[in-house]
């Protein structure tokens, strides 16, 4: 049986991201950027995968915290012979000149530095690196008390103050730490072509301290008070780490394929950037303050979405790449879960919901003074027009199914928020545009949506035309300004939801036995979906319900503060990959919502 996902700590030096156990094992690192093949993964197969372990050599138990505000994991090790911390970092180290205050830049360094606190303790390290997932076994040389690992087009180079035993296939080294005593590591990366990158181990304890410095910095500029305040930090943090420092561009998640339900077929690959992010993430970073964050994230879509709308994708590369083509890796996966796949087919799909998403990200930019320029204006003009031609088309939904296209409600609704969005636009900031012929189109969308997205018997909102299941998606309505929450039909809807679509307390985004949505077996519970419920709640002004239930989702987090897509109340652990930038976002809007008695972000967005 696989790790759970809440026994792991999530590393970033915003190019690359690092899972580490419990027990002290880097089970997940790509290098050097989030969607590059990973030279540790047992984290989808314990024995191809390769991981990098160190923990004591004996019997032990662990605690674990990041030190302040940091990405950096602090894990206390108790033995019979004493007790040690070993501290992980991916390191980032400051810049000549930062501008815009955000002030590191990554190294792709990883550096762990173990200390003696009591006793005196035996401790193992097993450095087994498997490159492009495991593929490559590779090839070992020593020099100069360094170890480095060449395979294909990457090489590490291991550095310690140690001696390490290079082996067939991997590093051993076996030591013991005193109290007040000090063992550093530091591995780094270099593509295989280039010279090794020399790191003195000494250096160790000046990267830890800065990359610290770094991210207590940046959480301090949160503007950030209410219930669950750390909590609130640690998922700033969390999408400040899912963050591409180059690009601005933000992943969904650092992981691949880890499933919705443990030995089931839904996996995904999830290191990409999705456009409907950017709506929840780009509110959340300007609400709490990151207008510089938020202002690359902006940048990033620009660049990304650029040339014709009818090519628009509904994801890209950190980079803004557009071929993403999905394949299936010859791993055992997480728990058993099979295919493991790299690359997302879902990019091809049409998603008309993605349009409406990049419009009210525009929208929210320039509700917070970020000016828009002619050229960003130009594409935003093109993209209301693409939805006046294709809104009356059937479209794969927000949930990327893949059993063919229908006429989602959500998407239908997304299509008036383009139209609603690229009006304001006009009418209130001032933009040229045709604003009377949007608004006909807008009309029309919504007597479409009222006319055929209504279950006639419930009185409620529907998943797509011509059905009488409900979908967690319909949560958006009123936080999209599309219809008050009070209403009679939405005030229906959000029963419904909560009596067809709650389990324990969360909710599902739709029954899979009830619906085709083009794959096997079930899924859990979705947390973003509950955030959504909550923040209803706040609308309908029914804060005391909406706190229980925030209360109650916020409670699946980790010890660290960490949410994944998804929880499986029956087993009681997180499923889907993380951490997942959704969650964070929605738990961040609902934080707000609460603080702010209903007057948050994300909630009514059409309203200036």
């Not at 989808?44 to 990098?52: K, R, V």
């Not at 012979?81 to 390191?91: E, H, I, K, N, S």
């Not at 608004?439 to 018997?457: E, M, S």
């Amino acid at each position: 049986m696989s790790v759970p996902l809440e026994d792991y700590a999530f590393l970033s030096d915003m190019e690359s991201a690092a899972l580490v156990s419990t027990a002290g094992s880097v089970d997940w690192l790509c290098w050097p950027r989030f969607d590059s093949p990973a030279c540790f993964c047992a984290l989808l197969d314990d024995d191809a995968g390769g991981t990098w372990s160190l923990r004591p050599a004996g019997d032990f138990s662990s605690s674990r915290r990041y030190l302040g505000d940091s990405l950096v994991l602090e894990t206390t090790f108790e033995t019979p012979d004493g007790v040690v911390a070993v501290t992980d970092c991916l390191a980032l180290e400051p810049r000549p000149d930062p501008g815009d205050g955000e002030g590191s830049v990554p190294e792709n360094l990883f550096v762990r530095r173990v200390v003696g606190v009591d006793g005196r303790v035996p401790m193992r390290m097993v450095f087994r690196p498997r490159l492009d997932y495991g593929s490559i076994v590779p090839w070992l040389r020593e020099h100069h008390g360094t170890v480095e690992a060449v395979g294909g087009p990457d090489a590490l180079d291991l550095f310690a103050s140690i001696p390490l035993d290079a082996r067939r296939g991997e590093v051993v080294s076996e030591f013991e730490v005193a109290r007040g005593g000090e063992v550093d590591v530091v591995l780094s990366y270099h593509r295989s072509h280039e010279p090794s990158r020399r790191v003195a181990p000494g250096r160790a304890t000046a990267l830890i301290d800065e990359t610290v410095r770094f991210w207590d910095a940046w959480a301090a500029r949160a503007d950030c008070e209410g219930p669950r305040r750390d909590q609130v930090l640690r998922s700033l943090v969390v999408l400040k780490g899912l963050t591409y420092a180059p690009s601005g561009g933000i992943v969904a998640a650092p992981t691949t394929s880890l499933p919705e339900q443990p030995g089931g077929e839904r996996n995904w690959d999830y290191r990409y950037c999705w456009l409907r992010d950017a709506t929840f993430t780009l509110d959340a970073l300007l609400d709490y303050g990151y207008t510089a964050a938020a202002r690359a994230w902006r940048d990033w879509l620009l660049r990304a979405v650029a040339g014709d709308p009818e090519d628009m994708q509904i994801m890209y590369g950190v980079l803004g790449e557009r071929r993403l083509v999905e394949v299936e890796l010859p791993l055992e996966g997480y728990d058993g879960s099979r295919p493991v796949r790299v690359g997302n087919a879902a990019h091809t799909q049409f998603q008309l919901d993605v349009y409406g998403e990049l419009m009210d990200s525009f929208h929210s930019a320039r509700r917070q003074g970020i000016e828009t320029s002619d050229h960003a204006w130009a594409l935003e003009r093109e993209v209301v027009d693409h939805v006046c031609r294709r809104w009356r088309e059937p479209d794969d939904g927000i949930w990327e199914v893949r059993s063919g296209p229908r006429h989602f409600v959500h998407s239908k609704v997304m299509a008036w928020v383009a139209l609603d969005r690229g009006i304001t636009a006009v009418e209130t900031f001032g933009k040229e545009g045709p604003s009377r012929e949007w608004a006909a189109t807008r009309d029309a969308v919504r007597d479409d949506v009222l006319r055929n997205g209504v279950d006639p018997a419930r009185r409620c909102f529907v998943r797509s035309y011509g059905e009488t299941e409900v979908d967690a998606s319909l949560l958006m309505l009123p936080l999209v300004g599309f219809v008050e929450a009070g209403d009679e039909v939405m005030a229906n809807t959000i029963d419904a939801i909560r009596e067809d679509l709650m389990v324990d307390g969360l909710v599902r985004r739709y029954r899979t036995h009830a619906v085709d949505d083009g794959l096997a077996g079930g899924e859990g519970t979705f947390l973003m979906c509950t955030f959504w419920l909550v923040d209803c709640l706040v609308l309908l002004g029914r804060h005391e319900e909406a706190r229980d239930l925030f209360d109650r989702v916020s409670s699946v987090a980790n010890d660290l503060g960490l949410f994944s897509e998804q929880y499986d109340t029956r087993r009681r652990r997180q499923v889907g990959n993380f951490p997942q930038a959704f969650s964070h976002v929605a738990f961040l809007t609902s934080a707000r919502a609460l603080a702010s008695a209903g007057a948050a972000p994300g909630l009514n967005r059409g309203r200036t």
